[in-house]
């Protein structure tokens, strides 16, 4: 098990080239020093293209990290989202190769910014080593469209 102090973040510095980017930092020091920021959002080595963002994490007992945030990169337009995890074995100080976990995108168009709707920051993980992970996220794949949109909750189990 590492002992370490781990949180993730949008990270725009990549932006012209990448886009935003889910970006990940460590403590090994309870917070008195950091890590340079490692990219968590990966497409291969490199940041996944166009932009992720909303990143939630969760820590299983054995000290897995675990990773999942809204994603944009199948989308050559940058708008349709999708949902995407990663995890670490070593305290955050790499992410294993990132899983699409969402059976479908969505416009967030459609269920929420031509509505007036805010689109929130409800992603969220709980894991745990002796049962399935649980992710959760708002998804408005099933949205009737403008005027009325809508999200759902929706998981994907045993990630």
Known sequence: VHKALVFAYQNNVNAAVSGADISSQRSL????SWSDARFVSLAGSDPAPNDQFFPALGTDASGVIHAIWFDNRNDPNNVL???FYA?????GATWSANQNISTASWNPNDSFFATGSFIGDYNWIAPASTILQYPVWTDGRNTPGP?????????ALGI
Do not use: K, R, V
Request: proline share 5%.
């Open 29 to 32: 020091d309870y917070g008195a």
């Open 81 to 83: 989202i999708e949902t």
């Open 87 to 91: 995890d670490s074995t070593d305290g």
């Open 147 to 155: 005027p009325l949109g809508q999200t759902d909750i929706f998981t």
